[in-house]
């Protein structure tokens, strides 16, 4: 039974926290692969779009660690903060892509179905780690640091192309970011909760 | 005439995909006058109390959380309230996490194959995962536990699979008519029901290898 | 005489621990001249050219990245280019990101331990991670997946373990010789090669539940 002793200490442990924290980051990402895999090869062929897509994210001007050592020196609290401000950098965006999607010449169902459940775990994630850092050092939402996107009328736009390679670099700038989340995620989960000895 | 409510008692919780999820309470006398009961929750660290946000969806004496109000993140407080013209009762307090009322509904399409191998014939099982859970990358991760028995014999003999969704049998016996069943659950939940039985007749002819 | 030499074409890059990676170009014709070749690349947010920091470590063709050279989430967009004394030709771009190239080396000490127990006895299948894959601090995840058959049998069952690195095998047939190998895979990345194979002798005697 949980809370045995009544609600005093009643509490998700910070164990479990970072578990579903990290299942979830691991099931988004999965999902982002997933998506952008599916429009790559079903819109994007021969297209040359990865090489308009380098410098093209709208959270590339938030700092992240960007390989181990890096990521191992930075403060845990950093790197909480890091991950959220990743988070709150997608709110919009994702949102937009869900009604946007629709509109796409016979996007399948699976492709709308993942915008759908990206948007709808995203913000629960987003959720759990605002109860994460608010465990971790209490008192302190995280600074509300994140890249505002101003991408809408991009995918909106009438060329084809153009607004094919604006969906193209919004779902290969989210496959990126999802999974610097859960890489962060599962770092933090190590060193937080099994001394780094996972 | 007639009493103040006895003491409602919440029962139990279940999610069945760890997206929403669904109480049960069980009432207490109602005193011989009309009682209706209300169920108010708080979440960890909260003050507010909420109150059911539906009372119908689950069936009687029930209350039904959809995803917005279902959350992973943190410990339910909920408590029942018996009301009548004489007085009121409340339950003692139950806490839910939602992530450990996980019982998934039950595999389906359960399939039986015979494998004719020159070496070791044997029966491959295969089934699906329950309709609606998540489970391709781990939300859900469900473990599978097989069953199964010689059609006029009583005892089931239990298996415990793990993560996949196909299981080889060895060892059966030529001839004889098998009953299977399979169940699942999330890595920290309840057991799920038993699928529907499937049946199969193993050959009788083929060669036991010895 | 000779030629100018033909266009080579970058062919693949792979990273056994997302620390390091490699990539392999494929020579065109040399046109009969000696011909040397340079690989320029450059990275996500930097304007300025490199060059390969080491055409040694991985062979013949190729291009060593280590650890310092190494970012991940960054793309790295790269071009090798041929020269002879009549001439140069230089391959397409090619764009590599090291977070989607994770290929690892296989799991190793796979160790096959028969635990016989009254009531059920079986395999219990046990391995490490591969050496250079930093699977402790968390920045790699590794999932894993089994494969045995009967050293007689051609077709190999495969078992998807998911994160753990041991398993337990029930039913197997007594007396009979098996052979199992295991691999693993990072997140989305490539599943590395089998591990080297591991063989078990079922015992004959034991007890055998009908």
Known sequence: PICPNGSNSCQVSLGDLFDRAVRLSHYIHSLSSEMFNEFDERYAQGRGFIAKAINSCHTSSLTTPEDKEQAQQIHHEDLLNVVLSVLRSWNDPLLHLVSEVQRIKEAPDTILWKAMEIEEQNKRLLEGMEKIVGRVHPGDLGNEVYSTWSGLPSLQLADEDSRLFAFYNLLHCFRRDSHKIDNYLKLLKCRLIHDSNC | NGQPPGKPEMIRCRSPEKETFTC???????????????????????????????????????????????????????????????????????????????????????????????????????????????????????????????????????????????????????????????????????????????????????????
Request: aromatic share 14%.
């Open chain 2, 24 to 210: 049960w309470w069980k009432p207490g006398s109602d005193g011989g006058l009309p009682t209706n009961y209300t169920l108010l929750y708080t979440k960890e660290r909260e003050e507010s109390y909420h109150e059911c946000p539906d009372y119908v969806t689950g069936g009687p004496n029930s209350c039904y959380f959809d995803q917005k109000h279902t959350s992973v993140w943190t410990i339910y407080n909920m408590t029942v309230k018996a009301t009548n013209a004489l007085g009121s009762n409340i339950s003692t307090p139950y806490y839910v996490d939602v992530a450990y009322i996980v019982e998934p509904n039950p595999p389906v399409n359960l399939t039986l194959e015979w494998v004719g191998q020159a070496y070791a014939s044997y029966l491959l099982l295969k089934w699906v995962p329950p309709p609606r859970a998540d489970v391709r990358s781990g939300w859900l991760t469900l473990e599978y536990e097989l069953r199964i028995r010689p059609k006029e014999e009583p005892e089931w003999d239990n298996i415990f699979v793990g993560l996949g969704t196909k299981y080889q049998l060895f060892r059966l016996n030529p001839g004889i008519k098998y009953v299977a069943q399979v169940r699942c659950r999330s890595d920290r939940g309840e057991w799920s029901q038993w699928s529907s039985e499937s049946h199969f007749q193993v050959p009788k002819e083929f060669k036991l290898k010895d």
